[in-house]
């Protein structure tokens, strides 16, 4: 057990939908990544937040949005969803140490499927 | 920008066995980390190994160990005494540091299959 939570664990929905991912990092942890995992892009990161700010943007697409909020948790929104939209969604937090970032550890993740 | 090559897609070996999963990287960045993370049939990320670019010494915890050759650009994983639960895909990642930007960049991942 990594220590980041993510729920839910399986979302069905349908396309033209909205969908809200939830992520809990590790306890002290400040940073908090999103990526998609689908089979045909692998691995890909989404976004990065810092202590509420958004830190740095990957390849993130204009339909999704993602917010850090005070308790350090991070929710990550996809709306107007297609069917390229199925993946797995993982979220990572990390911390500090001498100056530096640390270690990513990732939860569970979430499967999207998009009907 | 970076990138991260596997070139074995997949790989088996007998249990007990040692097997090596080779990694290479581009970058142009002098202070950056390595890793090597392991994802089971769970689909759960699971991190095996760091390797912190300024140091000398090859990382090593307990059967895993990494092969890292700063200049050739290359991190190989080794895994020793081969275990059924090391069947999984293992991805290769790259982490510039001092960026503003901590992502990861991973490898397209090789399938790793431990024989009884």
């Known amino acids: 057990d990594s220590g980041v939570t993510q729920t839910p664990k399986h979302l069905i929905t349908a396309t033209g939908q909205r969908v809200t991912l939830r992520c809990s990092p590790r306890?002290?942890?400040?940073?908090v990544y999103w990526y998609q995992q689908s089979l045909d892009q692998g691995l890909q990161f989404l976004i990065q937040?810092?202590?509420?700010?958004?830190?740095a943007k990957g390849n993130i697409l204009e339909r999704f949005s993602a917010q850090q909020f005070p308790d350090l948790h991070s929710e990550l929104n996809l709306s107007s969803l297609e069917l390229g939209d199925s993946a797995l969604y993982f979220c990572a937090s990390s911390t500090w140490t001498s100056g530096y970032t640390d270690t990513q550890y990732f939860g569970p993740g979430t499967r999207l499927t998009v009907l | 920008a970076q990138t991260v090559t596997q070139s074995q897609p997949e790989m088996s070996v007998q249990e007990a066995e040692t097997v090596t999963l080779s990694c290479t990287y581009d970058t142009s960045e002098s202070n950056y980390y390595l890793f090597w993370y392991k994802q089971p049939p769970s689909r759960q990320m699971i991190l095996v190994i760091r390797?912190?670019?300024?140091?000398?010494q090859n990382a090593t915890e307990n059967r895993f160990s990494v092969n890292f050759q700063k200049a050739a650009k290359s991190f190989s994983l080794k895994i020793s005494d081969s275990q059924l639960g090391d069947t999984a895909m293992y991805f290769c990642?790259?982490?510039?540091?001092?960026?503003?930007?901590?992502?990861?960049?991973f490898g397209t991942g090789t399938r790793l299959t431990i024989i009884p």
């Open positions: 390797q912190e670019a300024y140091k000398q």
């Open positions: 990642a790259f982490m510039k540091l001092d960026s503003g930007n901590e992502k990861l960049t």
């Open positions: 306890s002290g942890d400040l940073s």
């Open positions: 937040y810092y202590n509420g700010e958004e830190r």
